[in-house]
């Protein structure tokens, strides 16, 4: 499955609630979310219009590594 295309960064930190994600803080343009669910997990995102398909193909990574899941089920579940 292909990464989504023009995200923001609030889009993607209401998508996180999904997995227990919530926002613990906000410095300048970049949001910090933390769960609970399967350990503790601390993940930044920039809070722009549209994240760049780098960083965010970076950060679905990380939370499927975490989750221990492949990042094609991942995006599934989100989108």
């Known amino acids: 499955?292909?990464?989504p295309r023009d995200v923001s960064g609030v889009g993607l930190a209401?998508?996180?609630?999904i997995l227990g994600y919530s926002i613990t803080r906000?410095?300048?343009s970049h949001i910090r979310l933390m769960t609970r669910m399967e350990g503790e997990h601390?993940?930044?995102?920039?809070s722009?219009?549209?994240?760049?398909?780098?960083?965010?193909?970076?950060?679905?990574?990380?939370?499927?590594?975490?989750?221990r899941i492949r990042k094609e089920d991942l995006i599934k579940k989100l989108w």
């Open 42 to 46: 601390h993940i930044t995102i920039p």
């Open 14 to 17: 209401g998508r996180l609630e």
């Open 48 to 67: 722009h219009k549209s994240i760049k398909i780098g960083t965010l193909n970076s950060i679905l990574g990380d939370i499927a590594v975490h989750f």
């Open 1 to 3: 499955m292909k990464i």
């Open 26 to 28: 906000q410095t300048g």
